[in-house]
């Protein structure tokens, strides 16, 4: 199956965009059709062995409209369509609109200068009476009118002309209403014209005088003026959502510099091939994706992550399209060009998501496809039934035109997709790129969220967590350290070498280096015998780690990796290694609880680490030792269970799982972000973004909502009230000209509605007052955990500060105070502590802890 967009002109309400997709769904082998009423597009599946554009462009056509294939092109093409032709709409019915009130505004003073001049407290001037006040005077009234409603009917000649070709063609629209409305006031007032000439012809002043107040000419130019204002907010309105789009297509350079025989050449940014090589300098953008070949710089990454503190780079380092080249003078070779670019697949994520439907836009859409027929027929009933029931011709003519003008299926065809354009739009702006109206609204309702540990919740990377040094100094043992790890590729060893070199540290050179497979590594340095591994590698050595067993565990329990360092036949340190959680996962994860969604932790590491993990962020519930293949297993359990549930994951190992979710979102994809399982891709490596993606759901399906709910609500009461049914009671009519001016109204409140997501702002990082404002109560209540220690064994400062160095480097310690005198120390944590680990620390720095 192929996928393919096309852009469909001539559809103004709901009723067309519910035509074309039947039209189009009715063409063998197409599948997935969704039309979009708000961006004039359509996207579909196609099997091109059954079927072909030119044919799916033919039944467009057959249905009345036209249409156009929109193929993929480059870097930002496909949103075109969308982006520029609302600016072009909303000029042409702006011209349209003055033209029509410059004429209409004689309309009006001729059919209702004596009002006017009433309301001012003046007597209507005598030159104006003279010709056009009384019975005598009927003829010139009513024929001036006529002359000069009629360019403005020209003017909007498009309601006529659609309408009624979408009359005769079975398929009645918006169009099809107000022309047949604005028509029939226009008729009914040259039929008033022959009826005065008549009485005036036979001497019936009476009924010249019922006609000359019964014309209808002016109705039928504010009818179509009033529709062309609501028609002209709403292009204006439709404009403004596209803006995200606008300005992610904005990013993208339109040339880059590149190297061609030792000269720098400016070329278009669509000539650009995989691997030429590009010159980038300070404060232009980068053109397309690379990596670095010459120079060092720093990258302003905001665009496309979010991330507002530029990000060092060098030779080898990856550079991403759109983002800005700082402070350096750079090369790099070019590896994703064209629509292969990051900004490129942000930009078609973001159109095709804006361009698609939400499960809940179905009602609307089987709503509107009825809409206009059963609106005409209604109109017609009411005024038979008026008639029948004695009313006038005029009253009965009045009340079937206020129905057909004050119906409006634009508020309904509207109510979703502007919501979507801007929500998706809103989310592109803050890194979070949602693929599809479907999985918007799939999103809102999860009350599982199932988290990958590596790369999601941690780093993704191992680091050095603790340094204990034993019976020499700590810059003495990591030089040993570096020394001895810097010839193994292990992460682990990779955490400690990094480690070491970030503190300026240069590694000693040692001799005679050897890998022992699954153990650890040795070497010689100055004579001695230097050893690096685990707890079984010394053992099996003949080194004594007993007294420092309880700390060995003790760092096991909190999910780190110690490994232990030895010269000759002595330990001399034990550096503590762990793949860190992310500054905002715990964050994160209190948020999701806060909004009432379960959280689950779904690793392949050992339960000891996935406890540790648990504990320390407190996730309800973690699944250990999970094989990638056996992801999928446990998502579907949960769902078998009647959870609606979402995975995130880094979007690799996690496919299977992210795939078979209700929501798939793969976090932290970076430069990867078209993964293909996912139904969410959030650029930004932070969990945090996935809570934003989770509310900004929530809140584009609420205006979804609300849109839904005024659309019908409008309908349901303006209907009846246009139909006279409170007339007889109340005394309550709608006139033909305000029902225009309301179904124009309802249109653009819709619109403005959704716009309301433009003010959407994403939570903030841990701590800050977005974060308060969110949590429950819950959360807002706890409290740091503070703790008394007595401690012995304390003689001087120097034991005051070994004391306090080592109950800061305890997990979760927040602040620290040791009282030398009082032999004690006040500990105050954001987590339980129990009294074993703080005696575990506190025996392992040399001291005692009384009970």
């Known amino acids: 199956m192929k996928k393919e967009k096309f852009a469909v002109t001539g559809m103004t309400c709901s009723a067309c965009s519910a035509r074309v997709q039947r039209a189009v769904e009715k063409v063998a082998g197409t599948q997935a059709v969704s039309v979009n009423l708000l961006t004039n597009s359509m996207q579909l599946e196609y099997d091109e062995t059954i079927t072909s554009p030119a044919a799916i462009i033919a039944a467009v056509e057959k249905a009345g409209y036209g249409a156009t294939c929109q193929s993929d092109k480059a870097a930002g093409s496909s949103a075109e369509p969308q982006a520029r032709p609302a600016e ?47 019975p005598e005077n009927a003829i010139t009234f009513a024929f001036a009118q006529m002359l000069l409603v009629l360019p403005v009917m020209y003017l909007n000649r498009h309601f006529y002309s659609v309408g009624l070709r979408t009359l005769l063609q079975g398929a009645p629209n918006m169009d099809t209403l107000v022309g047949m409305g604005s028509m029939a006031a226009a008729l009914f007032g040259a039929f008033a014209i022959f009826r005065i000439g008549w009485g005036l012809g036979h001497g019936d002043m009476v009924l010249v005088d019922e006609y000359s107040r019964n014309l209808y000419f002016e109705s039928a130019g504010m009818i179509v003026t009033l529709i062309t204002v609501g028609k002209y907010l709403e292009a204006r309105a439709k404009g403004q959502t596209s803006r995200a789009l606008e300005k992610l297509m904005d990013l993208a350079p339109k040339q880059a ?13 669509e000539s650009l091939a995989v691997g030429d090589t590009v010159v980038v300098r300070p404060g232009e953008r980068i053109p397309v994706d690379g990596r670095i070949l010459d120079g060092t710089t720093s990258v302003d990454e905001s665009a496309i992550s979010g991330e507002s503190i530029p990000v060092t780079k060098g030779v080898g380092d990856k550079v991403i399209s759109a983002t800005i080249n700082k402070t350096g003078f750079i090369h790099f070779t070019a590896e994703r060009v064209g629509e292969d670019t990051t900004i490129s697949q942000i930009i078609r994520l973001v159109d095709e998501a804006s361009g698609s439907k939400a499960p809940i836009a179905r009602m609307a859409d089987r709503i509107a496809g009825v809409f206009v027929p059963v609106v005409i027929a209604i109109a017609l009933a009411a005024g038979g039934i008026w008639l029948a029931l004695g009313a006038g011709a005029e009253f009965a003519f009045s009340i079937a035109i206020s129905i057909l003008v004050i119906s409006c299926p634009c508020a309904l065809g509207l109510a979703t997709p502007v919501a979507i354009m801007v929500g998706t739009g809103k989310g592109a702006e803050h890194g979070i790129l949602i693929k599809s109206g479907e999985a918007l609204e799939n999103a809102q309702a999860i009350d599982t969220v199932v988290l990958d540990k590596t790369g999601t919740i941690t780093e993704g990377r191992p680091k050095v967590t603790e340094v204990l040094p034993v019976g020499i100094e700590e810059k003495e043992l990591l030089a040993a350290a570096a020394g001895l790890e810097q010839g193994s590729e292990h992460p682990l060893a990779e955490a400690v070498v990094g480690y070491v070199r970030e503190r300026g540290i240069e590694p ?8 022992v497979f699954g153990r650890g590594v040795q070497a010689r340095y100055d004579e001695q015998r230097w050893l690096a591994g685990n707890q079984q590698f010394l053992l099996e050595a003949g080194i004594d780690v007993a007294p420092y067993q309880s700390r060995l565990d003790a760092l096991a329990d909190e999910g780190r990796t110690p490994l232990l360092f030895a010269r000759g036949q002595q330990l001399v340190g034990i550096i503590g290694v762990a793949d860190t959680e992310k500054p905002t996962s715990a964050e994160a994860i209190r948020q999701f609880r806060a909004m009432g969604i379960d959280v689950v ?22 699944i250990a030792e999970v094989l990638p293949a056996h992801k999928e297993e446990h998502i579907a359990a949960l769902q078998a269970a009647g959870h609606k549930v979402a995975m995130i994951g880094d979007g690799i190992n996690d496919a299977p799982a992210l795939a078979r979710a209700d929501v798939g979102i793969a976090i932290g994809a970076g430069t990867d972000i078209a993964i293909e399982s996912a139904d969410a891709v959030l650029v930004k490596n932070d969990l945090l973004a996935a809570v934003n993606a989770v509310r900004l759901s929530k809140a584009v399906i609420k205006n979804i909502r609300e849109n839904l709910f005024w659309a019908f609500f409008y ?21 033909p000209v305000m029902g225009a001016a309301a179904m124009s109204l309802s249109s653009v409140c819709v619109c403005l509605n959704a716009l309301r997501l433009r003010s959407f702002q994403p939570v903030a990082a841990a701590g800050s007052a977005a974060i308060e404002e969110n949590l429950s109560e819950e959360y807002k209540e706890e409290k740091q955990m503070e703790t008394t220690l007595k401690i012995e064994g304390m003689m001087c400062q120097h034991c005051q500060k070994h004391v306090n160095d080592a109950l800061s480097k305890m997990d979760g310690v927040t602040s620290v105070t040791v009282d030398l005198e009082g032999g004690k120390a006040e500990v105050t944590a954001s987590r339980e502590i129990s009294r074993e680990e703080f005696k575990t620390v506190i025996e392992t720095a ?6």
């Open 88 to 134: 072009a709409q909303a000029e042409a019915l702006r011209r349209r609109l003055v033209l029509s009130l410059l004429f209409l505004l004689p309309v009006v003073a001729v059919s209702m200068h004596g009002m006017i001049f009433m309301a001012l407290g003046m007597p209507v001037p005598s030159g104006i009476a003279a010709v056009f006040d009384g």
């Open 715 to 735: 309908n349901v009461i303006c209907i009846p009230l246009a139909a006279g049914v409170f007339y007889t009671a109340l005394g309550i009519k709608l006139s």
């Open 257 to 269: 510099t590149i190297l061609r025989d030792g000269a720098e050449v400016v070329i278009p940014i």
């Open 508 to 515: 000693v050179s040692m001799a005679d280096f050897a890998a």
């Open 601 to 622: 932790m779904l690793t392949g590491d050992n339960a000891r680490t996935a406890e540790a993990i648990r504990r320390r962020l407190d996730i309800p519930k973690v």
């Open 846 to 851: 040399g001291y005692e802890l009384v009970d």
